[in-house]
Every structure is written in C-alpha cells, then in structure tokens.
C-alpha cells in the first residue's frame, strides 16, 4: 500500500539546538517532495521544495535532503527558535497527476 | 493583497443538512484543491480542479461535492450523505498544471455537526 510516514510523537529540542524531521514514503514515485509549516488553527504554510534529481536544498536556516533510493527526506532547522514550534508537514508532488500527498505531519516543541 | 479566502471560519451543522463552504483566490491560479484535516491524519484530498468547469475526485470524495464555474472560485458542499463531516477543512491553489510550485493555503474552515 501506499504511505507517507512522519514521526506521530512531537519533536521536542533545546532552542539553538538543530530539529531534525523524518519523511518516509512507500510505493509512491514523486516528482518533487515539499515541506510546509502549520501553526494550530492555520493553514500550512510552503516552506521549501526539492526535485527528485536534488540531493539537497538550503533556505536560510533550512534544510531538506531528498533520497530517492531510501524514499525518505529529512528536514533540518539549525540553530532552532521558540518561534519555530509548530506541525511540519512534508508533501509528494506526483508525476503526472495534479495530486499533492501529505504525510500526518511532526509537532516539533523548542523551549528555551 | 493576494491570496485565498475560505469562509466560513466556524459552522455547525445539524444531522442531515448540506452545507457549503466557500473558497474564493485572487491569485490567478489555475488549479484548486480541497483538503480535509482530522487530529493525526493530516491532510487528506476531497476534490481537486486543474481548469474551469472540470474536477476530479480526490481520495475521500465521497459525501461531497464541488464546482468550478468560475477560475476563482471553488466551493465545496458537505452533503448529508458523508458519515463524519465533523473536521478542519482546507482550500488551497497553485499557479498551474505542471509539477512544480507550491500550494497556497486559506485559513480553513472548522465544520462541526451536531
């Protein structure tokens, strides 16, 4: 069967520690892999995208790795805030569809 | 300011009745989703519209129905026929067809039945 599979137990860091979230996926060939931020009660915010041929994508104090053999990609925050606490949330972007899969999303908690 | 108006923010609803939920862009975008959010399933797809006047069911389509008469607007209808309405829903769009480029989310609309 299909799956997109994020850690279901929140994610809990020291702030200006480094947050690292899992997105793994079974039986799916994405073109693209995106990550967003949900805050409660809000809609998800787009955050970063990688390409299926893309081993890495940088954005300020994001990252994203993208590994197609493992299925997986990790989504890093350095040097983590308070502010950053909220559900992230990754996304297959289909071939050949209009489809965007989300995975169940990660709460990640940094406290001071 | 651009971006996606979904309203409204709170409704309740009793057994039996339709209700609908509007989503409005000022984006220009050509493709439009709906998207239902539970506690710890996160974002399932109801219905998507990739051009006017056509859609396609998403994975949970059942119980609800969509329209798209227009480019900017993409209402979707709970109908008494969907068993749990009770959820946190979601419209969203992106710029086109093609693979690429993020989704633009609304604000959401918490339906409750009761």
């Known amino acids: 069967s299909q799956k997109i599979e994020q850690n279901s137990e929140a994610l809990n860091i020291q702030e200006g520690k480094t947050a690292t979230l899992t997105c793994n996926y079974t039986?799916?060939?994405?073109?693209?892999l995106q990550w967003y931020r949900q805050d409660p009660g809000r809609g998800p915010v787009f955050l970063l995208l990688i390409r299926e041929n893309e081993k890495e994508k940088r954005k300020e104090r994001l990252k994203v790795t993208f590994d197609t053999t493992l299925k997986q990609s990790l989504f890093h925050i350095t040097a983590s805030q308070p502010a950053d606490s909220a559900t992230y949330l990754c996304a297959l972007d289909l071939y050949n569809t209009d489809k965007l899969i989300f995975g169940t999303g990660t709460r990640l908690q940094v406290f001071p | 300011d651009g971006g996606i108006t979904q309203s409204p923010k709170y409704l309740f609803r009793k057994e039996g009745q339709n209700v609908t939920l509007s989503c409005e862009q000022n984006?220009?975008?050509?493709?439009m989703y709906w998207y239902r959010q539970d506690p710890g399933q996160g974002l399932r797809l109801i219905y998507y519209s990739q051009i006017v006047n056509d859609f396609q069911k998403g994975d949970i389509a059942e119980g609800y129905s969509v329209s798209r008469e227009k480019k900017e607007s993409f209402p979707l209808t709970v109908t008494s026929a969907q068993k749990n309405p009770t959820a946190f829903y979601l419209c969203?769009?992106?710029?086109?067809?093609?693979?690429?480029?993020?989704?633009?989310f609304g604000e959401g609309s918490r339906l409750t039945v009761l």
């Open positions: 039986n799916y060939s994405p073109a693209y």
């Open positions: 969203a769009s992106r710029r086109d067809r093609s693979n690429t480029g993020e989704l633009f």
């Open positions: 984006l220009n975008h050509d493709a």
